[in-house]
T-cell receptor
């Protein structure tokens, strides 16, 4: 596709259930980012993938959060045993990455509501 | 730095006036900076970028200024329009070993008709 695609666009889940969020980056983009945005707040870094390098997981808030990326394509963010505090919009972005200083393009996000 | 757990500062500007949005970044080794605009219910959209070897860059109605001495970035929007109402974020990116894109707090800009 032409842009970054995220699915689902909305997800309502019960507290304690696991959820999986998907991100399809722009083809050819080696860098991929996940962010969390709570209502009315800024973007909180979660994790960053760059090519075949070890991901930067320094922003993951707890061991309930994990993410994977298949080569330089799709990425999934998994939240286990969801809590109400996990309710937020989860944004994915991709960029050319590496030594290329170019902007990151964002998807529309997945709005997660934990009830 | 990270914009965790912070409520956004706000700025209101009369339509047609110029606006200036400021951002303090955290990493003196950052070498690439971006301004994003985020409208309600949408992902952030690229506005303009600047590399650390520059101190000013102009686009259409927007200008970004970079002051590396005090680690300060600003976005100037000329002749503001109602469609400029949004939240604006600055982002910084380091070089090798620190390449993640880190966002500032964000500023909510409201254009008053």
């Amino acid at each position: 596709g032409a842009g970054v695609s995220q699915s689902p666009s909305n997800k309502v889940t019960e507290k304690g259930k696991d959820v999986e969020l998907r991100c399809d980056p722009i083809s050819g983009h080696t860098a991929l980012y996940w962010y969390r945005q709570r209502l009315g707040q800024g973007l909180e870094f979660l994790i960053y993938f760059q090519g075949n390098s070890a991901p930067d997981k320094s922003g993951l808030p707890s061991d309930r959060f994990s993410a994977e990326r298949t080569g330089e394509s799709v990425s999934t963010l998994t939240i286990q045993r969801t809590q109400q505090e996990d309710s937020a919009v989860y944004l994915c972005a991709s960029s050319l990455g590496g030594t290329m200083n170019t902007e990151a393009f964002f998807g529309q996000g997945t709005r997660l509501t934990v009830v | 730095g990270e914009s965790v757990g912070l409520h956004l500062p706000t700025l209101s500007v009369q339509e047609g006036d110029n606006s200036i949005i400021n951002c303090a970044y955290s990493n003196s080794a950052s070498d690439y900076f971006i301004w994003y605009k985020q409208e309600s219910g949408k992902g952030p959209q690229f506005i303009i970028d600047i590399r650390s070897n520059m101190d000013k860059r102009q686009g259409q109605r927007v200008t970004v200024l970079l002051n590396k001495t005090v680690k300060h970035l600003s976005l100037q929007i000329a002749a503001t329009q109602p469609g400029d109402s949004a939240v604006y974020f600055c982002a910084e990116r380091g070089n090798f070993g620190n390449e993640k894109l880190t966002f500032g707090t964000g500023t909510r800009l409201t254009i008053i008709p």
